[in-house]
């Protein structure tokens, strides 16, 4: 399966810490994006990185991937209780359409 | 946000009862999709269009249809509802196959 896998599945910490999460995938991706879903609403998009880049940023957020270890990393800075959310990653790419795989997510709960 | 929506918001139905769902964009994006969320699984998906009238199947699109006669509608089919169709139901749009998805709101289906 092409599905990426998010780890932990679940993060707790408090507010002011950093959140860390990982994704690993099996197959070869044009790109890989996070998104963020609060509880009983839809999915966010939060970043996309393209296979050829190694890092990207945006506000306090922090997105790495590494295409030989297959894995992808999501750094939350200076966590706020309003970043309590399931984070999900999704791979697509090469003859796709479009069409993305999506793990089963990260449960963060930030306490204030 | 995208301009998308999905109705009904909620719904519940019977087992063989056949139901279908909306998802509606005025960001004239080509690309739409449907997934469902289930707790376990994160989001699959169960069809998808390029366009006006081209679909294709997800990996989960047994006991499901789509059409899209415009380009601002893409309709999800249940023929005969099964209770392992319960589910929330997650519709998407893109401007492209490489680029980020944009999430509807979600459309909780209880098939009992």
């Known amino acids: 399966s092409q599905q990426g896998e998010e780890d932990p599945q679940a993060l707790s910490i408090q507010e002011g810490e950093n959140a860390t999460m990982n994704c690993s995938y099996k197959t070869s991706i044009n790109n890989l994006q996070w998104y963020r879903q609060n509880s009983g609403r839809g999915l966010v998009h939060l970043i996309l990185i393209r296979s050829n880049e190694r890092e990207k940023h945006s506000g306090r957020l922090r997105v790495t991937l590494d295409t030989s270890k297959k894995s992808s990393s999501l750094l939350i800075t200076a966590s706020r209780a309003a970043d309590t959310a399931s984070y999900f990653c999704?791979?697509?790419?090469?003859?796709?359409?479009?069409?993305?795989?999506f793990g089963r997510g990260t449960q963060l709960t930030v306490w204030p | 946000d995208a301009g998308i929506t999905q109705s009904p918001r909620h719904k519940v139905t019977e087992t063989g009862t056949p139901v279908t769902l909306r998802c509606h964009q005025t960001e004239n994006h080509r690309y739409m999709y449907w997934y469902r969320q289930d707790p376990g699984h994160g989001l699959r998906l169960i069809h998808y269009s390029y366009g006006v009238k081209d679909t294709d199947k997800g990996e989960v699109s047994d006991g499901y249809s789509v059409s899209r006669s415009k380009t601002e509608d893409f309709l999800l089919t249940l023929e005969s509802a099964t209770s392992s169709q319960t589910s929330v139901y997650f519709c998407?749009?893109?401007?492209?196959?490489?680029?980020?998805?944009?999430f509807g709101p979600g459309t909780r289906l209880t098939v009992l």
């Open positions: 999704a791979t697509g790419g090469g003859s796709t359409l479009g069409r993305l795989y």
């Open positions: 998407a749009i893109s401007e492209s196959e490489s680029r980020e998805q944009f």
